[in-house]
């Protein structure tokens, strides 16, 4: 690709669909639920906020670029609608977030776009992009350029370079085609003050979320989500955030973080998730966050994912009293071997530990659990079955492990595998599903399905959470917020 000069005025964002759906009714919902506990899986989409690209939305909107976005993935929208929407828009550029799961629906959202108008410059970024790029550039043509990592600083270079102004060959992070040679230029140094990030403009989609564990969906008021702290320090193998910021964990002061919180309350939002991968590892910090929200006598319902070994009861007591209403582990195995595979550096000891302390602070509390390591063994993905309905929990998540790139687990199964590197690359792959487990996809699935319903259809799991649901004024109102929206 060589530089080309043409002034940008317009940028127009979009987060590719996993699934195509048709907005739930309530009864849509029922069927839902029940198709969980039968088949353990589902289908119909459910998304958070984009905040991935609402950041570059803001960013490109302080650099004076009109933007537009839209977030597929919670519309559910198909690729003609998708198409005509960008025609409206009528970008200079486009540019697509993707994960493994909407890849493909990216690639061709891509096609359309340089098909229809092949003036407009197409910009892909995200996990998937980031480690796929080679091939990426070398399957898909009608892709200009794909940015690397964190695409805040990157996203204002190759603009200026579509304009002329820079060349491309000296934006550090990004991939692209020159003279038919695909070139790679250097990493981009990783964004270390995230404080002087932008605030990411909300108000760029007009959808309306709400948070989803299992196949249930609900939020207690005006829904939305929060980045407090960027990567992750730990090297869990079944995972590609590792690789996508080299291990390094990067903090919000607290300070930012409750401006932002205040200014969402400010704007309606009652119910905001916690999505960082790392929230309660510096624990000071946390304490921070939650001693401001009550200084500023901020009044909205919280939750956060956790691990289980950065917490404890006196924690999750500040946590509840700040306005926090539910905590999510990844717990993963009931078996330290399976623990150490993933890397994990956790025991079940300090999960049953995290979850007790959770629900003594009187948090709700989620777990969510992999089968299916090509080591695990029959037994081991029982035990870990029926220690996710031993433990005191109000949901959980079951799911054979997924293997995709960016991932430790899927550079360790290519290399005895090589030639799954072509098949998979853009899908990822289920190992139980390639016959790579000591037992069948069939026999998986059905031990994931069984146990489904044996915890939430367990007469006492659910007068359990009947009692707790009458008393907790929080689950009350998502109750109360559902019926009245039917």
Request: charged share 30%; proline share 4%.
């Amino acid at each position: 690709m060589g530089d080309e000069m043409k002034k940008i005025r317009k940028v127009s964002l979009i987060n590719p669909p996993q699934y195509f759906f048709k907005p739930q009714t309530f009864k849509d919902k029922i069927s839902i639920f029940l198709k969980y506990l039968r088949k353990g899986a589902i289908d119909a989409g459910t998304a958070w906020p984009p905040l991935g690209i609402l950041y570059l939305g803001s960013v490109l909107k302080g650099a004076g670029y009109e933007v537009s976005i839209l977030d597929a993935a919670v519309k559910g929208w198909d690729y003609d609608k998708i198409e005509r929407w960008v025609n409206e828009e009528d970008p200079d550029v486009v540019g697509i977030s993707t994960l493994t799961s909407n890849f493909s629906h990216g690639m061709e959202i891509a096609r359309r776009v340089k098909e229809a108008s092949p003036e407009v410059k197409t910009v892909v970024g995200g996990y998937h992009a980031t480690f796929t790029a080679d091939k990426t550039l070398r399957k898909f043509p009608f892709v200009d350029v794909v940015v690397r990592g964190e695409a805040e600083g990157a996203i204002l270079d190759v603009l200026l370079a579509f304009e002329g102004k820079k060349k491309l060959s000296g934006v550090d992070g990004v991939s692209y085609t020159h003279s038919k040679k695909i070139v790679h230029n250097r990493p981009r140094k990783l964004i270390t003050n995230i404080d002087g990030l932008p605030i990411p403009d909300r108000s760029l989609v007009e959808d309306e979320y709400v948070n989803t564990i299992g196949p249930v969906s609900f939020a207690a008021g005006k829904f939305t989500t929060i980045i407090t702290s960027r990567g992750c320090p730990f090297r869990c193998t079944f995972c590609s955030c590792t690789a996508f910021r080299n291990n390094i964990c990067t903090f919000r002061s607290p300070e930012s973080v409750v401006d932002e919180l205040e200014e969402l309350t400010g704007q309606g939002y009652e119910d905001i998730g916690v999505v960082d991968d790392s929230f309660t590892l510096a624990k000071k910090r946390v304490e921070k966050i939650c001693g401001l929200i009550e200084e500023r006598h901020l009044k909205f319902h919280w939750w956060c994912g956790s691990r289980v070994d950065s917490v404890d009861y006196d924690i999750f007591l500040k946590m509840k009293k700040a306005g926090c209403e539910s905590v999510f582990f990844g717990i993963e195995s009931a078996n330290q071997r399976i623990l150490d595979y993933y890397d994990k550096r956790t025991t079940p000891q300090q999960s049953i530990r995290a979850v007790n302390a959770a629900r003594k602070a009187g948090l709700n509390t989620t777990g969510t659990f992999i089968v299916g390591a090509s080591i695990e063994t029959k037994r081991e993905v029982i035990n870990t079955l029926e220690f996710a309905k031993r433990l005191d929990m109000d949901a959980i998540g079951i799911g054979p492990l997924w293997v995709y790139p960016g991932a430790h687990v899927w550079d360790e199964l290519l290399a005895k595998n090589p030639g799954l590197q072509e098949k998979y690359w853009e899908s990822g792959f289920v190992p139980v599903k390639l016959g790579m487990c000591q037992y069948s996809k069939e026999w998986l699935e059905d031990a994931i399905r069984k146990t489904l319903r044996e915890f939430y259809l367990n007469p006492s799991y659910i007068a359990q959470e009947l009692i707790r649901s009458l008393k907790d004024p929080y689950r009350r109102k998502v109750i109360s917020r559902k019926f009245h929206r039917r």
